[in-house]
Each structure stands twice: as C-alpha cells, then as structure tokens.
C-alpha cells in the first residue's frame, strides 16, 4: 500500500473500523444498522474515556460547550511524533497500571456486547487494520500474538479479548508518535499484563479462586459461558438444580436437541464456581463409551492397562488431597444398558452432571430442559435487535412454531439481522416453504439453517423401529395423538397400542416427542427437519389400506393424514389416490378450498406413476393437473390439455375450483386459445347467480374480459356483480373479496383511477395480512407491487419508489430475482425513475430487465410491455437507433395480440412513432401518432396516462416539423 494511503493508528481510525463496512477492507458491519445512533466521533470517544480512566486525568482540557475544542480535534485525528499535549499525558503515569489497563477492557468488552458486536466482522477488520499499520516489527510481533488468542474462545471469554486489543490500541492512538514511550513499553512487557493475567486479575478483584481442571479442554462445556444479559429464562431450573447438587451432587440435564443443556451447564458451573464449592473440576465429552471417553480426557490413562481405566479414573477423580471434585460429561449418547459403566457414576465419590438427551441414569436426579417461556422469547430476541420491530401476532406465532426452541430462536434472530429482514418476512417464508432455503453468512461463512437442524435432530441414536416412527409422525398434522388412537395408521411399524406407546414414551424421555394431556406429537422443528428425508407411499402399505377404509368416514384423525401425507410423500399409489377420491367425495365443494396442495400432490402422483386417463383417474388429471400442466408445460402441451378438456363428454364438478379456474383464464388468454377460454367459462359458469361459486366465478372471468378481451371496463363489471353478492353474503374479509380488491384495483389503473386503484389495494392487503393462506406472501408482494404503481400514477413518486426499493430488497432476501414477478418489479422501477426525470437509472434498470426476459418463460403481452417501455426511455434519452428495434418488435407483437384498433397497440405505435421522428423519418410518424392519438383519446380520454404519454410524443414530433 503506498504511504500516502496507509492508514494510521489513530482515534479517528479506530471509530472507523467499527463504524464502517469499506474500512480497513470492505467486510460486514461490526455493530448492526442503529447500534450507534447518535455516537459520533467525539461522543463515542469523550463518553468512553470518561468511563475508563480516573478522574486524576483531566478531561476538561478536551471539552466546550460553546464549539469543538482545538485539542479534542487534534486527539482525534493525532498524527505527529511532537510532544502533544506533554503535560497532560504526564497524568497518565498512575493510570498505565495493570488495574487502570484492565478497567479500560472491561469498557470496551461491555461496549461490544452491549452493541451486539460481530465477533468475526471485528476480527477480519483488525487483522487488516493492524497489517495495514507502518509499526516496528517489536509492536507488531505484540499485537500478531494478541491476535492469536482470538482463535482459542476456551479459555477467555472472546469480548474480553477483543476488549484487550482494542486498549492496546487504544492507549498507542492516544500516545501517537509517542509509541516508543518508556510506561507503555513498561506496561506492555511487565508480569500481569498478559490477557490471561489479566482475567486472572479480574477474577481476584471480584473474590474468585482459581479452580484447577484436571482434565484435557477438548470439550464443549470448556467453552466460555454466554453473558448474564444474553442467557434468558432458566430461573426455576437453575435454582432446582443448585438445590439438586447442594442436597445430592448427581444431576442429569436433559432436553431434545438445541434446547440448551451444554449452555445452562456451563451457566450452572460458573455459579458453582462462585460459591467456591469444588477444588478441581474434570470435563468429559461422551465418545461411544464412557471408557473412550475418559481416556481421551484424561491423559494419564492412555497408559492404564484397558480393563482398568475407569477405575484409575475414578480414584483420580474421588481424591480428596485437593478438595471436592465435579465431574462433568456432556452429550452422553448410549443408555445405561449399553454402556454399564455409566450405570455406575452415581456411587463415585465426586459430584457428577450429565447433559443427554436420554431419559435419565439410576441414581440421578433429572432436570429436564423444555423450551423457553413465551414472556422470554421477547427478551431473547431484543439482544439481536429483533424483539421491538415485531408485533405481539409475530411473536406468538414463532413460540408456536418453535415452541421456545433456544437453538431455533438464536439462528431465526441472527439471520433476521444479518439479512435486514423483520420477524414477518422470516415467517412469511416459513409458513411457505418452511426451514428450507433459509441461510445467512456468519462469522465469513455461510449458514444453513436446514444443515444446521439436521445436525442438531441427528436421529443415529434411535433404533429402526424409532426412526420409522419419527418419520411417519413427523408426516402427520401437528397435533397431540393418544397411542390407542394412533395405533391403526402405524400398524406398518407396530402391532399392538401398548409397543407404540411404550416407544412413544421412551422418545419423549429422549426429547424427541412432545407430550401433553391428548397425547404425543412431534416438535414443529423437528418434524420439518425429518421431512427433509423424502420418503414414498409404498413404504407403509397398512397405513393406506387403512386411509382407504376411514377415509371420508367421519373419523377426524384419518381425515387429518390425508390432508398432510398428500403433501409431503414423494410417490402415491392407487390405493392412497382413491383414499383422497372417496374423502374429497365426502367433503363435496369444500374439499379443494382445504386441499389445494394436496390436490397438486395428486397429479404428481399421476405424471410419476404414468397413469392413464380413464374413470376417477381421468377426472383427477384434468382437475389437478391445471397448475402443473398449464404453468410448465410448453404451448402446443397446453393447448392440447385445453381440447382434452372440451372433449369430454362431461365437465367435471371439481374444476370449479377457484385456482383451477384463475389459471385455466390466464394460461388459456395467453395462449390465445379464446374459443376453447370462452366456451369452458360458458359451461362452467353456476346456475344461481347469488351463490358465492358466482362471485368466485365472476372474479376469475374478469381477469380474462380484462386481459383476453381487452376491456377492463367490462371487466370492473363483473367485478362490480361479484362485489354485490359477497357483502351480500357478508364475505368482505374473505380470500375470494381480496382477489376482487386487486382484480378491480388493476382494472381501475388501466382506466386511469389511481386514486380509487390505491383504495382497492389497500383493503386487498388489509386482507391478505389478517389471512393465512400459504401464498399469503406471494399475493401481498404482487399486490403491493401494483399498489407502487397506483402511488406512481398518482405521481406520488418518493411513496412509489419506497415502495419499489422495499419491494426489491425483499425479492433479493427470498432469493426470488430469476423470477417473472421480480422482472416486473424493476420494469415498474424503470418507467417510476423515467416519470422521476432520473432517464440514466431508468435506463439502466429497463435494460436489466430486458436481460432478466432472455432466460424466464413469460407471456409475450408482458415481453412486448417491457420493450415498450425500453424504446419509450432510450426515445427520451435521444437514442433513436438503439431504441428502433424494441420499438418495432413491441408493436408487430402487440398488433398481433390485440389487432391494430387495440389501445394496447396505439400505446405502442405512438412509441414506435416517436422514435421514427427521431430517424428523421417524421412524415410516416405524423400520421401514425395523429391514429394513436385520436384511438386513445376516444377510448380513454385526454387525461388517461396513456393518452397523455401519446400527446407528449405528438407535441415533440409537432416541434420537429416546425
């Protein structure tokens, strides 16, 4: 790095590197968005050496109250190698002691961890910063070894180290050219000053002896524990179990995985260790057996004849030269009845604790560890910013989704943070594709929470029989099952109520059911994380036959699996198919209003399994078939199912289904194929033109009077019809009323009626929020994409483009910018910024858009929209040439959608007109744009945008002739 742009250690460059992501290096922020809020230079430095340093040192000298002062401003960005403020560094000289040296860490250590600091963030920018510094190679050497000690976390806690090199840093910026100055050198190379020294200092200062371990470190519970303010909830069980080891001193700390064992043991040895009641303290981590792991942790033993370890162990263990001893061992894997030495840890002469997920050891008391109460869960979640920007809904929805599940709440409110989502997007995605796809970076490396999950619910421990069981719950709906009840859907597995319930028993003890007084079920988490592992109907024949019986019967919990197995195996057989057949037959038009994904699952089934089109079969082709057929099958494909409709003899009930019937509309009016569109809504349309099936019926043939037949106005009328029976019927909060909403929200913007537009919308996301439909999420992300461009219409520009910007940013978190809706998005931003005079950001964005269309699978009406929209902004920034070719190509497809008397096709012509007159060529676009002009006029009249944007193109090409 050249001279001139090294930079220094200085005041100003610390604050710097904790403030900035491009200082010393571009990397994450150390403290999250709104940490530091209103911590400028002087206030962060002013606030913090008041705290650290005595009041022996005068700090008045740095302050005004009427303006900056001179010296402060010098200290700040301090520079030189003179004698600065000689006098005043003369104070320091009692100061530059170990004890003034650890109260300035102790500072800076509560700082970072009340800010919520980046461990690894701070780390990567201090290893930069400290390579980047022109040091002598003695200091340098110091802060390398300092640095060095960041990476073993087990034997002090981490924001203590940090803290110590940020003092040292700290008193070497404050002392600048004066580095060499003969008390720093004193203090940095005396006894006690080391970071080990100085915890130990610490420790003494607040009256704790030193425990000695007579064991290895290579252990989790070595781990330094979390802060007081970071670990939350466990009152009741940390006082049950300092009771348990005052009265007995043997304990076993279980719970299911991820619920905190290792943590709170760690939290339960440091208060043991205040109240000074053992001597020595030996960590063991369980490996296969207890004999493996005392010879991994003890090192002595690894020359004790085999037989004999434990017991060489033990004796190590009850000496009593040196005190009382504790014993700890943690994650113990194996039951007392494979491994009999652990049968036995309850008659050594030593305190013992054991963290397992089993359910206990004989001669033991057992703490079992639940999650966290609800009125935790805020807490938790306010240490990583997240608890004050969710609502009291969003709270209790993820403590039923996590049932307070510790490890779950951290990752959820970590990735919360590092993707700057707020709690309601995390659970949007949740509620749509579950734990699946979601992943942050942390610490330089990227998280996945469903790995994580999978590592954590690691079912090696459980028998076959277990583990089938587990798999076959975990497809089941999440509610309480009695064994006795349970027992007919998993005779694959078991063959009497008393096997299943004593297995259901002992998965509880071991953490991996739930219990309550109506039965066992999975843990949410657990059960997800299980799913991942696809498994196929064929695998528990019994459970089918016996849906094939109960189904549509009456019997709740038969019903109940249908609904869930549909969704999640991978292969149905014929027999489950006609199982879902005779339970849809039994809940008659309600079955596809709770079904529709299991009506997707259905014809999965179909296409994997090749079944033919004959009887029932044929019945659930055409109607489940709509979503996968129409939405990924080629053209020639969909044209052929809309004709294999038709020529049936007769149209099946169940098409009435409203997704059936909006997709059939959209597909069927982009492919053109209006007198197969047209004849099916003839025949589908219901006979009682007050039911609610009319309204769903009117809502869906909107969409294709609007798109297909080009006539919104028709379009806002049935609307208007359908709108009349539903608050007859008194369904205005229902799904059905806010698809009306959007459908006439976007009517009313191609009619030119923003303002009645905006209204719609509004009430349709009013709706979608109190409803929890599983495309939910998807519906509010388009639906406030058409409300932008209502504001945008409404030349509320900066309201829009807020809009948009959030928009865009949420697409990005979901990884959703490969997409049709995300295209769309960045073309209404294009045509926003154009309205906004911004032509080279528009620009930019329209032509992104243009490359995003090259690799998606859209309809050619929305492709002839975005290259209409390019030639109209390369028109307007004079790039007649470059905008010719888009121009032209989204007339000729606009003409040939809609014919050439479309106002669709005028809007177009009167684009292609204007760049024509930019060529030169104004007397053939003269005559185009006074054809536009007057087509558009007469539709829509002169104040529709459309017509607006004609005459402007009118007016310049008026100019140009002149």
């Given at each position: 790095m050249p001279e001139a742009a090294q930079p220094i250690l200085s005041l100003k460059n610390l604050y710097r590197l904790l403030t900035r992501k491009d200082f010393p290096k571009p990397s994450y922020a150390v403290f999250p968005e709104g940490a530091l809020q209103g911590q400028t230079l002087s206030r962060f430095w002013l606030s913090l050496l008041r705290e650290a340093l005595p009041s022996s040192i005068d700090l008045t000298i740095l302050e005004t109250d009427t303006h900056r002062s001179r010296s402060l401003t010098r200290l700040l960005n301090n520079t030189g190698s003179g004698n600065f403020l000689s006098h005043w560094y003369e104070s320091f000289t009692p100061f530059l002691?170990?004890?003034?040296?650890?109260?300035?860490?102790?500072?800076?250590?509560?700082?970072?961890?009340?800010?919520?600091?980046?461990?690894q963030s701070l780390t990567d920018k201090l290893d930069a910063y400290i390579a980047s510094l022109s040091l002598n190679a003695e200091l340098e050497g110091f802060f390398r070894n300092l640095l060095s000690l960041l990476g073993d976390t087990g034997t002090l806690p981490l924001s203590f180290l940090h803290g110590t090199v940020l003092s040292w840093l700290t008193l070497y910026a404050l002392f600048g050219g004066r580095m060499t100055d003969a008390r720093l050198t004193k203090l940095r190379l005396g006894t006690g000053t080391s970071p080990q020294g100085l915890h130990a200092l610490r420790r003494s200062q607040i009256g704790m002896r030193d425990v000695r371990v007579i064991t290895g470190r290579d252990c989790l519970l070595c781990v330094q524990p979390l802060m007081k303010s970071a670990f939350f909830g466990r009152k009741n069980e940390m006082d049950t179990a300092l009771a348990i080891m005052e009265k007995r001193g043997k304990l076993v700390v279980s719970g299911m995985g991820g619920i905190g064992k290792t943590e709170f043991t760690r939290q339960l040895l440091e208060k043991l260790t205040e109240e000074e009641k053992y001597a020595r303290v030996a960590f063991v981590q369980y490996e296969e057996s207890l004999e493996n792991s005392f010879l991994s942790a003890f090192p002595f033993l690894r020359e004790t004849e085999a037989g004999k370890r434990i017991q060489r162990a033990r004796e190590e263990l009850e000496a009593e030269e040196a005190g009382k001893t504790l014993l700890l061992i943690d994650n113990v894997n194996a039951l007392p009845s494979k491994d009999t030495a652990l049968g036995k840890l309850s008659t050594y002469g030593c305190d013992v604790i054991v963290t397992t997920r089993l359910c206990g050891i004989d001669g033991f008391n057992v703490l079992p560890l639940k999650g966290l109460e609800d009125m935790d869960v805020p807490l938790l979640l306010s240490y990583y910013d997240q608890g004050g920007k969710a609502s009291p809904s969003e709270i209790e929805e993820l403590c039923r989704y996590t049932v307070g599940h510790p490890l779950a709440l951290v990752l959820f409110a970590r990735m919360c943070r590092k993707r700057f989502w707020p709690l309601g997007t995390l659970l949007e995605h949740i509620r749509m594709e579950g734990i699946t796809g979601l992943s942050y970076v942390h610490q330089a490396s990227a998280e996945n929470l469903s790995d994580i999950f999978a590592r954590t619910f690691a079912a090696d421990s459980l028998s076959a029989q277990q583990k089938r069981l587990m798999q076959l719950l975990s497809l089941f709906p999440n509610v309480y099952y009695l064994p006795e009840k349970l027992i007919d859907y998993t005779c694959d597995i078991f063959d009497c109520a008393e096997s299943l319930s004593v297995s259901c028993q002992i998965l509880y003890d071991s953490g991996?059911?739930?219990?309550?007084?109506?039965?066992?079920?999975?843990?949410?988490?657990?059960?997800?994380?299980?799913?991942?592992t696809p498994l196929a109907a064929d695998e528990f024949p019994k459970l089918c036959e016996a849906l094939l019986e109960k189904a549509g019967s009456g019997d709740a919990i038969a019903d109940r699996i249908v609904y869930s197995l549909t969704l999640q195996l991978q292969h149905l057989n014929q027999v489950f198919i006609r199982a879902l057949s005779k339970l849809e037959q039994a809940l008659g038009s309600t079955a596809y209003v709770t079904l529709p994904d299991a009506c997707y699952a259905i014809h999965r089934a179909f296409l994997d399994e090749g079944l033919g089109d004959e009887g029932d079969e044929a019945d659930y082709w055409i109607s489940?078939?709509?979503?996968?057929?129409?939405?990924?099958?080629?053209?020639?494909n969909l044209n052929g199912y809309l004709r294999h409709i038709l020529d049936l003899k007769g149209f099946p009930a169940c098409i009435?289904?409203?997704?059936?019937?909006?997709?059939?509309?959209?597909?069927?009016?982009?492919?053109?194929?209006?007198e197969s569109a047209e004849d099916m809504f003839r025949r589908l349309r219901p006979e009682d033109e007050t039911s609610s099936e009319t309204a769903r019926f009117l809502i869906a043939y909107s969409v294709f009077e609007q798109r297909h037949l080009a006539d919104p106005l028709l379009a806002a009328a049935s609307l208007r019809s359908a709108e009349e029976i539903l608050r007859a019927s008194?369904?205005?909060?229902?799904?059905?009323?806010?698809?009306?909403?959007?459908?006439?929200?976007?009517?009313?913007?191609?009619?030119?009626?923003?303002?009645?537009?905006?209204?719609?919308?509004?009430?349709?996301?009013?709706?979608?929020?109190?409803?929890?439909?599983?495309?939910?999420a998807q519906k509010v992300m388009a639906t406030r994409n058409t409300y932008g461009v209502a504001l945008m219409q409404a030349e509320a520009w900066e309201e829009a483009f807020a809009e948009f910007r959030l928009l865009e940013a949420q697409y990005i978190a979901l990884h959703r910018t490969k997409s049709a809706e995300f295209a769309y998005l960045l073309n209404n931003t294009a045509v926003l910024l154009c309205g906004m005079q911004r032509l080279d950001e528009a620009e930019k964005t329209i032509l992104r858009v243009l490359e995003l269309d090259e690799g998606l699978e859209i309809p050619e009406d929305t492709r002839a929209t975005h290259l209409r929209n390019a030639a109209d902004i390369l028109w307007r920034e004079e790039q007649y040439a470059k905008a010719f070719p888009l121009a032209k190509k989204a007339m000729d497809m606009r003409q040939k959608r809609f014919g050439e008397d479309s106002p669709w096709s005028a809007d177009t012509r009167a684009v292609y007109?204007?760049?024509?007159?930019?060529?030169?060529?104004?007397?053939?676009?003269?005559?185009?744009?006074?054809?536009?002009?007057?087509?558009?006029?007469?539709?829509?009249?002169?104040?529709?945008?459309k017509s607006r944007s004609a005459l402007e193109v009118k007016r310049k090409i008026q100019s140009l002739q002149g």
């Open positions: 002691q170990p004890e003034g040296l650890l109260k300035l860490i102790l500072v800076w250590s509560d700082r970072l961890t009340a800010w919520h600091y980046d461990a991996w059911l739930l219990m309550g007084s109506e039965g066992y079920t999975v843990h949410p988490l657990i059960g997800e994380t299980i799913r991942l489940l078939g709509i979503r996968d057929i129409v939405e990924k099958s080629t053209r020639e009435r289904d409203r997704g059936s019937l909006y997709t059939v509309l959209e597909y069927a009016s982009s492919a053109r194929e209006s008194g369904l205005t909060q229902s799904i059905q009323y806010s698809n009306l909403c959007y459908r006439l929200g976007v009517c009313m913007l191609d009619v030119g009626r923003p303002e009645e537009a905006g209204m719609r919308l509004k009430t349709c996301l009013e709706i979608l929020k109190s409803l929890r439909y599983e495309d939910t007109a204007g760049v024509l007159a930019g060529m030169g060529e104004i007397e053939k676009a003269s005559g185009m744009i006074d054809a536009a002009c007057a087509l558009l006029v007469r539709v829509w009249g002169e104040g529709h945008r």
